[in-house]
C-alpha cells in the first residue's frame, strides 16, 4: 500500500463504525481446514465428509418437496443427528409423500408460505430502535422479532405490543447485542477501496465473458478502483444493493494482471474448489472464509432473514449462522464442505473470541442480479 492511500485509508476509517484496516494475514491463518471443522463443528475428517455428503442429499429433497406439497410445505431443516431432512407438513395426509422421498415429517401450524408472508408484511414496517430484525424460525414453525433491550424506547414496546397481538404465529425474542455490517481472485481474500478493507466472495462472469467477483454490498458502494491483497488494482467497484432487497455487490475486474480462480481460501489447510451454488438447508454445517479471522464454521440456523444494523439499516433476504466473524470478513465466502457456494458475510454479533452469529447474502441472489455466471474448477 502506498503511504497516500494508507493516509486517506486511515481517515476514512475513523468514520466507519466497526471497520478494520490491517490487510495483513489474520491470527488464525495456521489453522488448516480439518482443525477448523473439527474445533468449530466437533468433527473428525471422516464424520464431515459424511455430514456435508448427507446435507447435499437433503438439499435435494427439500427442492423437491417444496414443490410436491405446495401451501401444505412446512418449512423444512437438516438434522446432524439423524443425517436426514425434517419437513413440516400442515396436512397429515401429506405425511406419507414426505417419508417417501426419504425425509421425516413433522406437523406444522403454519405453513412457509403463511410465516413467509407475516414477515414480508414486517419488511414493510419501519422498525423503532431496539429491534435488530426478524425471520422465520422453521424449527418452532413461527416469524421471530429479536430485540434488544438496552435499546429499546417506548415507541419499541407499543410496535412489539402490535405484534404480539398478530397469535402465536410471532414470538419476540430478547438478544443482547445488535448486528453490525463488518466493514473492513479468490475467495476469503482482502481487498480494498479508498476507504476500507473486505474480502472476496467468488469469482464470476457475465455472458461476455466480463470478469468480476461478487462480495457484499456494503463493500461496494459508491465508486472508485478495487486493489487486491497486495496493493495491486483489481478493477473498479461495478455494483451495490445494502437494503431489504440484500446485500450484494460486484468488482469489476479489469486488470489484466489478475485471474479469476474457482475456489476459496481456508487459511493455512490449502485451497477449496468452488463445484457449484446449491443451496443447503438449514440445519446444515457451512464453513466461512475471511480477512480477517480466517477460516471458520457453523451451522445454518434461518434463511431469509431481515437484520437491522446499528450502522447500516434494515437488510432482508439473509441467511443467519452461529460460525463468528470480525470486521474486515464482510463479503467473504460462505461454502460447504462438497465445494457449493452459499453466500457472502454481511455482518453479525460478537467475535470469534467469544462467539457469535454471523448473516451471509445467498450467492444465487447476487450472481441472477447481475447476470453471472460463478467460477467453478
Known sequence: MTKTRALRLSGVALLIVGASMVVGPPASA???????????????PRQAEARFAQQDHASAIESRLRDTLGAAFGGAHFDPSTGKLVVGV???????VVRAA???????????????????????????????????????NRVVVEVNRAAATRETSAYLDRLRALGPAVRVAEV???PRALYNVRGGDAWTTLAWRCSVGFSATGS???????????CTQGAGPAYGYNDEQM????????????????VDVTSAAWTLAGTVNRYGGGDIAVK??????IGASVCRSGSTTGWHCGTIKAKNRTVIYINGGAVGGLTQTDACAEPGDSGGSFITGTGQAQGMTSGGSGDCTDGGETYFQPVNEALTAYGLRIVTS
Do not use: C
Open 30 to 44: 495456521d489453522i488448516p481446514f480439518n482443525v477448523a471443522v473439527e474445533r468449530d463443528l466437533g468433527l473428525s
Open 102 to 140: 426419504g425425509a421425516e415429517a413433522t406437523e406444522a401450524r403454519y405453513s412457509q408460505r403463511e410465516l413467509d408472508g407475516i414477515k414480508s408484511m414486517l419488511d414493510e414496517t419501519d422498525a423503532p430502535a431496539g429491534v435488530t430484525g426478524w425471520y422465520v424460525d422453521v424449527y418452532r
Open 235 to 250: 478493477g473498479s467497484l461495478g455494483g451495490s444493493t445494502f437494503s431489504l432487497f440484500g446485500d450484494y455487490g460486484k
Open 208 to 218: 461476455g465473458g466480463s470478469r468480476h467477483f461478487v462480495t457484499a454490498g456494503h
Open 90 to 96: 400442515t396436512d397429515p395426509a401429506m405425511t406419507a
Open 276 to 281: 457449484g451454488s446449491t443451496e443447503a438447508p
Open 176 to 178: 443482547t447485542s445488535s
